[in-house]
């Protein structure tokens, strides 16, 4: 079946996608390595008795919840909406390929949004094991979260034997699969290291 397509002026199709598309990595990115952040930091904060850290986390949920949920999800849905536009062959057969995938994945991008969510409802309302095991569950939802969707980006780089067996798991767990993984998480922890550092810098010297 031929789908018309969209051809922007000026920047082109290819380049618009890869704007949204970075911004929305760093982002969801961000979102994961910052989960990890909330949930270690709070227990931490909450191990010593340490009021200013504490208040330090909790401003940093407000900031964090605004970021990932709001722009995370414009953004994602932002990159669906363009590349069916520039592309709407390519992102049927994506999306026919992997529909289970993409199924779990927004599953557990659900959990993601309720439990952060729930967390930053939840700071007084709350006993504090609780509360932070709110943020272990998102942070848990948001690390499957990556596993998944990594593989149906991965497989747009190296498709494998799909191209021979177009095996769901063959197209899942491609080549490069588990290399992008590490590289991911990586970037996810550096991302809320590099945050906590700026961020911190502006705390006392206890907090610091």
């Not at 798991?169 to 080549?175: A, I, T, Y």
């Amino acid at each position: 079946m031929d789908y018309p397509h969209w051809d922007p002026p000026y920047l082109g199709g290819g380049m618009l996608i890869g704007i949204i598309a970075v911004l929305h990595v760093f982002v969801s990115h961000f979102a994961v390595g910052g989960g990890l952040f909330l949930a270690l930091t709070e227990r931490r904060a909450a191990q010593l008795g340490d009021a200013g850290l504490l208040s330090y986390v909790r401003t940093h949920s407000k900031f964090f919840l605004l970021l990932t949920v709001v722009f995370g999800a414009v953004s994602g849905v932002g990159i669906w909406f363009v590349i069916a536009l520039v592309h709407p062959a390519a992102t049927s057969m994506l999306i026919h390929t992997f529909a289970f995938g993409w199924a779990i994945e927004w599953c557990f991008f659900v959990v993601e949004i309720a439990a952060i969510l729930i967390y930053y409802a939840t700071w007084d309302r709350l006993d504090r094991h609780s509360h932070n095991l709110m943020a272990w569950i998102y942070f848990i939802a948001a690390f499957a979260s990556l596993l998944v969707i990594n593989g149906m980006l991965s497989f747009m780089l190296t498709p494998g034997k799909w191209l021979e067996t177009r095996s769901f798991w063959h197209g899942f767990f491609n080549p490069s699969y588990l290399p992008s993984v590490i590289v991911r998480t990586a970037v996810t922890l550096a991302l809320a290291g590099v945050y906590a550092m700026f961020t911190g810098a502006r705390e006392s010297d206890d907090v610091k």
